[in-house]
């Protein structure tokens, strides 16, 4: 079972790095059927196959200029602090704070549920 467990960790582990993020387009053809022009390097549909001049740009329309018209999707930003810290350059985020009221509330509902118990119980014992 240990073994089982260790291998499925590492396999885990071992998939984002080998994953593939994306392919090149194999020709210009299937990239202007996707609706993909001006390729820039960097972007996952780019290979080097694409850019005949060697310049970066891969199925290149409209001259040396153009837009590329499929941009790479990116993941949207995430917090990188769970707590701004006090005097920290505001930055047009807003952080959603949690003074932790509520497990203090739900702590204090518990005491007093057990302390209720044990007097019950003590006066219950006492009549016996």
Known sequence: M??????????????PANAIVGAAYA??????????????????????HLD???DGIGC???GSGGAVVQAPVQAPAQAQV?????G???TGVTQETDNGMGFLAL???????ATGTVIVRRRMAGQA
Do not use: K
Not at 2 to 15: C, P
């Open 2 to 15: 240990a073994v089982a467990a260790v291998v499925g960790f590492s396999a885990l582990t071992a998939t």
């Open 27 to 48: 020709n210009c053809t299937e990239a202007a059927a996707a609706g993909a022009f001006n390729i820039p390097v960097g972007d996952p549909g780019y290979g080097t």
């Open 52 to 54: 005949r001049d060697n």
């Open 60 to 62: 290149e329309q409209g």
């Open 82 to 86: 769970a707590q701004m810290p006090v």
């Open 88 to 90: 920290g350059a505001p």
């Open 107 to 113: 702590g204090g509902l518990v005491a007093a549920a």
